[in-house]
């Protein structure tokens, strides 16, 4: 499991590709990489959070503010978290955390690409 490499290869088809070719999204290839992600934090939610509040335990450490940022990321290829309620309730209490930097640092990402 490679969360980066997963997560980036799905935001380069939705976003990346389109803009550097000016082709639209190879939706194809797109559902390929998003089946990759959902296999990717399926194992997150199993074997990282398990019963935990963050990944580590109970309290936040740089692995969540790491794989939170990844995991942002991957959200304007569509609605990436929405089978994965353990994993957005975990982005959630990350996003509590580090209030108000996580969402500061984000925004430019989320609000640059709309459908």
Known sequence: MNTRTIGNKAFYTKVLAPWFTSKPV????????????????RQIENNFLGDSSFLCGEEISLADIFAACEIVQTTVCGDTLGQHPKLQSWIHRVQQKLSPYFDEIHKPLLNS???
Do not use: G, M, R, S
Request: net charge negative; glycine share 0%.
């Open 26 to 41: 190879d939706t194809q290839q797109l559902q390929v990489d998003l089946e990759a992600v959902a296999v990717c934090y």
């Open 113 to 115: 690409y709309k459908e």
